[in-house]
């Protein structure tokens, strides 16, 4: 079966307020779990960072040959965030419900679909007791990581590896493991000595939705501005870092309201409402700072900037095909959920005709068994 990806006027009437409960679920922060150091699983806050703003000037180039960098070439589905939703049915009683489980990753691609002209995806999809479970298809991440390093660097121009590594200085210079009144001044003025290790990452679940869709998704947040609020349901000042280079002429303004789309949708669907960006020149220096807030970007973008995506629209197409998807991936067996490089078109087919895949854990299926049984013995 085949969904229509491409802008089209059949997604361009206003979506209603952003407020609006009937049609968005505002994201609110249900669970939370860390990797640590070592990028081992924890079920606590420990890698919950803060932000305090980086040095103008700084080399985002030192420290590449100490980079610890994550090795993710294992598979590792959807396990932590299904760990962390058992966690926290057994603490609320509750069961979570949702049409969709999922990390942002795969909503991000879905919503910004309509304006990515260029790169494509691939996921794995089942249906387990009413709700569809989403994840990457692993196989072609690795596949696109290959055919990036593979392409040449232009004459001059830093390689693929250093480019990806000046975002992850930018968050090692930008965030501090305490509030700020808990932080020495010297680990503030050193952090451009600290290793650069992306092992570490704090992971927000939140409930959130569009549509008639409801959705529980699981994503990294780099910082909080302050601090988290007691109240469970009061937002969360989140931070999203980013870097880009400093844009001088209409072109790069183009490129990098291009990059904005993804920067917002990220930030849209976890419930962050400031984004700061990071600019450098070409060779890397920290050149400048700029804040960003989620809610404007769509309509600075329309109306300052070159229009080159509409906000509403990416909502609207993700609320049709979400609430199509829903109508498509029912019982048993596991889809593929396609989109070819530079086509216009997403493409859904069923791969096994039972069973989950691997994208469940055996635990998850046996926890959400037991729970049906119990309601059944109990009506």
Same mark, same amino acid.
């Given at each position: ?64 040959e100490?980079f610890?960098?994550?090795d993710?070439?294992?598979?590792d ?6 760990? !962390?939703? #058992? ?5 609320? &009683? =509750?069961?979570?419900? %949702? ?25 794995n ?30 004459p ?5 590896d ?10 090692t210079?930008?965030l ?8 020495s ?25 569009i549509?008639? !869709?409801? #959705? ?5 947040? &780099? =910082?909080?501005?302050d %601090? ?43 419930g ?11 060779d ?8 960003l ?23 609207n197409?993700?609320a ?50 037991r ?9």
């Amino acid at each position: 079966m085949i969904f229509k990806s491409s802008p089209s006027n059949d997604f361009l009437a206003p979506a209603p307020p952003s407020g609006d409960q009937e049609y968005r679920i505002l994201p609110l922060e249900i669970a939370f779990f860390s990797y640590d150091d070592d990028h081992n699983f924890r079920m606590d806050d420990s890698s919950l960072r803060y932000y305090y703003p980086p040095r103008l000037g700084a080399n985002l180039c030192h420290g590449f040959e100490t980079f610890e960098q994550l090795d993710d070439a294992r598979d590792d589905h959807l396990d932590s965030l299904l760990t !962390t939703i #058992m966690d926290h049915e057994r603490k609320t &009683d =509750a069961k979570s419900d %949702a049409d969709f489980i999922t990390w942002r990753g795969m909503m991000t691609k879905i919503m910004a679909s309509p304006f990515e002209n260029f790169n494509g995806f691939e996921m794995n999809a089942t249906c387990f007791q009413g709700t569809i479970f989403l994840e990457e298809n692993h196989e072609h991440k690795l596949e696109q990581r290959q055919d990036q390093h593979r392409q040449p660097s232009r004459p001059g121009a830093p390689s693929q590896d250093m480019m990806s590594f000046w975002g992850y200085k930018f968050e090692t210079l930008s965030l501090i493991p305490s509030p700020w009144a808990e932080t020495s001044r010297d680990y503030i003025e050193h952090r451009e000595d600290e290793v650069v290790n992306n092992h570490a990452q704090y992971c927000s679940v939140v409930r959130t939705g569009i549509g008639k !869709t409801k #959705m529980i998704i699981g994503g990294e947040v &780099d =910082a909080v501005w302050d %601090a988290k609020p007691t109240d469970p349901d009061a937002p969360i000042n989140w931070v999203e870092l980013k870097t880009a280079e400093q844009p001088t002429t209409d072109r790069d303004m183009l490129k990098f309201e291009r990059k904005l789309l993804k920067f917002w949708v990220q930030s849209f669907l976890l419930g962050v409402p400031k984004i700061i960006v990071g600019f450098r020149s070409r060779d890397g220096i920290l050149t400048g700072l700029e804040e960003l807030e989620t809610q404007a970007l769509p309509n600075n973008v329309k109306k300052k900037g070159k229009g080159s995506w509409d906000g509403n629209l990416c909502i609207n197409f993700a609320a049709s095909f979400l609430e199509w998807l829903k109508q498509t991936v029912v019982g048993d067996g596991v889809w593929r959920i396609r989109r070819r490089d530079k086509s216009p078109m997403v493409e859904v087919f069923k791969l096994e005709d039972s069973g989950l895949g691997d994208i469940l854990t055996p635990e998850f299926v046996e926890w959400r068994q037991r729970w049906a049984s119990d309601d059944e013995t109990q009506s």
